[in-house]
């Protein structure tokens, strides 16, 4: 297992959302893709989509996605444009035809920077080609400052099952050193007009350890938190992958570690909120997330994907996994456009996972909800997990986060603060690299 001999914060990708990593898909690979797409799906996998709105009020400093700003209304349009021209094509393909989305995500960039005209020519020509009547769970991110009353009714009675607001601070000070757009007011009456249009799920989304951040600063704002009352809460510890403005900034001053808190800080503040969330009724539920009402307060596009889900993804730089096969998108704008006008699918790169990669991947991806269930991988892949990762659970088991009980490798709350890191020694030979902190 790796180890580094600072805690600092070092510029680097700590999140692992996908295995094998990202640098190992290839524009070579793209057939395969494409033969995946002309491939019956296995009829027990679920289908899921994602829609990727690339563009932003403004761009977070610590923001590494694929977003653009000051964009105009005909350039919206010609994106959702050419989303729909997408969507229509993959209609076309064996592996997704008449296939119902189980569920959908609405992901940016900011979704909600759409105004309701737009949003209603998108869903209608989506819904038009994939009814979503029998869709579990729809979900569409918000930056608050880009929501209105009108907005926010819309999206429920459009079929939106949780709203989930980009909250990361409530402190605006921090929110402007961060290069947030929206303010605490907006934040407040954002949550209020979902409140009253009462969404089946409420999401809040926090970061641990951003610019400025104090200890006193993080208490608060768990209390403001627990006041809201939302019905989940996503914290994501401070991250600063090499295409930031934070990044760009530690370069040209000459510095090795990021101006945010230290990892042993960020863990000890998403600790300190998950002691004081459970102690007002929440439950820890994965590494990031906690629940108000476990029964009712689902997260479907994680666990399912998370599962091995097929994934059809739309937008620019979007991210696909389709009968086994990971695929991305062109990650430039006018190329991704460019081809749809061709009625090409944008694929840019691809990756035929290994059935040891894809065990890989999805033990991975499944320990980020704090335990492991042998018996899932050997009805699934036919493999002993304790056997198979041997080494890397006897490491982790001697850092003192491991416990093997009740058929589960659970981890220990100290473990699921640093799953990420921890997960890194399960990586293949071949996949250990770098870029990764």
Same mark, same amino acid.
């Given at each position: 297992?790796?180890?580094?001999?600072?805690?600092?914060?070092?510029?680097?990708?700590?999140?692992?959302?996908?295995?094998?990593?990202?640098?190992?898909?290839?524009?070579?690979?793209?057939?395969?893709?494409?033969?995946?797409?002309?491939?019956?799906?296995?009829?027990?996998?679920?289908?899921?989509?994602?829609?990727?709105?690339?563009?932003?009020?403004?761009?977070?400093?610590?923001?590494?996605?694929?977003?653009?700003?000051?964009?105009?209304?005909?350039?919206?349009?010609?994106?959702?444009?050419?989303?729909?021209?997408?969507?229509?094509?993959?209609?076309?393909?064996?592996?997704?035809?008449?296939?119902?989305?189980?569920?959908?995500?609405?992901?940016?960039?900011?979704?909600?920077?759409?105004?309701?005209?737009? /949003?209603?020519?998108?869903?209608?020509?989506?819904?038009?080609?994939?009814?979503?009547?029998?869709?579990?769970?729809?979900?569409?991110?918000?930056?608050?400052?880009?929501?209105?009353?009108?907005?926010?009714?819309?999206?429920?009675?459009?079929?939106?099952?949780?709203?989930?607001?980009?909250?990361?601070?409530?402190?605006?000070?921090?929110?402007?050193?961060?290069?947030?757009?929206?303010?605490?007011?907006?934040?407040?009456?954002?949550?209020?007009?979902?409140?009253?249009?009462?969404?089946?799920?409420?999401?809040?989304?926090?970061?641990?350890?951003?610019?400025?951040?104090?200890?006193?600063?993080?208490?608060?704002?768990?209390?403001?938190?627990?006041?809201?009352?939302?019905?989940?809460?996503?914290?994501?510890?401070?991250?600063?992958?090499?295409?930031?403005?934070?990044?760009?900034?530690?370069?040209?001053?000459?510095?090795?570690?990021?101006?945010?808190?230290?990892?042993?800080?960020?863990?000890?503040?998403?600790?300190?909120?998950?002691?004081?969330?459970?102690?007002?009724?929440?439950?820890?539920?994965?590494?990031?997330?906690?629940?108000?009402?476990?029964?009712?307060?689902?997260?479907?596009?994680?666990?399912?994907?998370?599962?091995?889900?097929?994934?059809?993804?739309?937008?620019?730089?979007?991210?696909?996994?389709?009968?086994?096969?990971?695929?991305?998108?062109?990650?430039?704008?006018?190329?991704?456009?460019?081809?749809?006008?061709?009625?090409?699918?944008?694929?840019?790169?691809?990756?035929?996972?290994?059935?040891?990669?894809?065990?890989?991947?999805?033990?991975?991806?499944?320990?980020?909800?704090?335990?492991?269930?042998?018996?899932?991988?050997?009805?699934?892949?036919?493999?002993?997990?304790?056997?198979?990762?041997?080494?890397?659970?006897?490491?982790?088991?001697?850092?003192?986060?491991?416990?093997?009980?009740?058929?589960?490798?659970?981890?220990?709350?100290?473990?699921?603060?640093?799953?990420?890191?921890? /997960?890194?020694?399960?990586?293949?030979?071949?996949?250990?690299?770098?870029?990764?902190?």
């Amino acid at each position: 297992m790796k180890t580094k001999t600072s805690h600092k914060t070092e510029a680097g990708n700590y999140f692992i959302s996908n295995y094998p990593p990202y640098s190992f898909w290839k524009p070579e690979f793209v057939d395969n893709a494409v033969i995946a797409l002309n491939t019956e799906p296995n009829p027990s996998n679920p289908l899921g989509m994602y829609v990727h709105i690339p563009f932003c009020r403004k761009r977070c400093y610590f923001c590494y996605f694929r977003v653009y700003t000051g964009v105009k209304s005909d350039a919206v349009k010609n994106y959702a444009d050419a989303l729909i021209q997408e969507v229509k094509l993959y209609r076309g393909k064996k592996c997704i035809s008449d296939r119902k989305p189980l569920f959908i995500y609405f992901g940016g960039g900011t979704p909600s920077f759409l105004s309701t005209t737009q /949003l209603t020519h998108l869903f209608g020509e989506m819904k038009s080609m994939f009814p979503w009547d029998d869709t579990e769970e729809v979900t569409f991110e918000c930056e608050p400052g880009t929501l209105t009353e009108k907005k926010v009714k819309f999206l429920k009675e459009s079929g939106v099952t949780r709203l989930s607001l980009g909250v990361e601070n409530l402190d605006n000070e921090l929110l402007s050193v961060n290069g947030r757009s929206h303010t605490t007011k907006e934040i407040y009456r954002a949550y209020e007009w979902a409140k009253n249009a009462e969404f089946p799920q409420i999401n809040i989304d926090l970061i641990a350890g951003m610019l400025n951040e104090t200890e006193s600063n993080w208490q608060k704002n768990i209390e403001k938190i627990i006041k809201m009352d939302p019905d989940s809460i996503t914290i994501y510890q401070m991250e600063i992958p090499y295409n930031t403005t934070i990044y760009k900034r530690m370069e040209e001053s000459g510095e090795n570690f990021a101006p945010v808190a230290d990892w042993e800080t960020k863990r000890r503040w998403v600790d300190y909120a998950f002691n004081t969330l459970s102690d007002a009724g929440y439950t820890v539920n994965s590494a990031y997330t906690v629940v108000k009402d476990p029964a009712k307060t689902k997260f479907v596009y994680r666990d399912k994907l998370w599962q091995g889900a097929d994934l059809v993804s739309t937008g620019v730089a979007s991210f696909s996994h389709v009968n086994g096969t990971h695929y991305q998108n062109e990650h430039n704008l006018v190329q991704y456009q460019s081809r749809l006008r061709k009625n090409e699918l944008p694929i840019f790169r691809a990756l035929t996972p290994t059935h040891e990669e894809l065990l890989v991947r999805e033990f991975l991806l499944q320990f980020k909800l704090g335990s492991i269930k042998p018996d899932y991988f050997v009805d699934k892949y036919h493999v002993d997990v304790r056997s198979y990762f041997s080494e890397p659970l006897r490491t982790i088991a001697n850092l003192g986060v491991l416990e093997d009980i009740n058929d589960e490798l659970r981890l220990t709350r100290q473990g699921l603060l640093q799953v990420d890191r921890l /997960l890194q020694g399960f990586f293949l030979p071949q996949h250990q690299v770098d870029r990764l902190v």
